[in-house]
């Protein structure tokens, strides 16, 4: 798995397609499916549900952007010893279903207040080894557990 500033790549033998320009899957769609426009991709890699992507060593100053729109059954997101500068209000919109998030060892300064809004599940977060000078007050007042 390969990620840069604004893109996601989940390799398995086959072509990448990058979709609005911000993420890029490429995942095990068997040669039978020949569809090639994008709707039709991001329905396929819908229906696979990845529960779990785990990001290594990426140049990446941000978490791609719809992240959720492309992957709604995520449940473990790991995005560590990276760029990651800032996590702001729209960088894990829509994540409902994550249950753990690992951010450990990047270079993050910034947190918006509404930054974990849309994490309504979840259970464990780690911030470890940034460059976090505040955290808003109410960053963390909507999740609950």
């Known amino acids: 798995m390969f990620i840069n500033t604004?893109?996601?790549?989940?390799t398995c033998?086959?072509?990448?397609h990058t979709f609005n320009g911000?993420?890029?899957?490429?995942?095990?769609?068997?040669?039978?499916?020949?569809?090639?426009t994008p709707?039709?991709?991001?329905?396929?890699?819908?229906?696979l549900e990845f529960k779990a992507i785990y990001i290594t060593n990426s140049d990446s100053t941000?978490?791609?952007?719809?992240?959720?729109?492309?992957l709604p059954s995520l449940e473990f997101l790991t995005f560590i010893e990276s760029k990651l500068e800032e996590i702001n209000e729209n960088s894990l919109k829509g994540l409902e279903k994550v249950l753990e998030l690992n951010l450990h060892?990047?270079?993050i300064t910034k947190i918006d207040e509404k930054s974990f809004a849309d994490l309504k599940n979840l259970r464990k977060l780690s911030l470890n080894a940034n460059r976090i000078a505040e955290i808003p007050e109410n960053a963390?007042?909507?999740?609950?557990?």
């Open 6 to 10: 604004s893109s996601l790549t989940i």
């Open 13 to 16: 033998n086959t072509k990448p």
């Open 22 to 36: 911000s993420l890029t899957i490429q995942t095990c769609i068997p040669e039978s499916f020949t569809s090639t």
């Open 39 to 47: 709707e039709e991709i991001v329905e396929f890699t819908k229906a």
């Open 62 to 70: 941000q978490i791609p952007k719809n992240l959720a729109g492309f």
């Open 105 to 107: 060892n990047n270079k």
């Open 140 to 145: 963390f007042t909507e999740l609950k557990n």
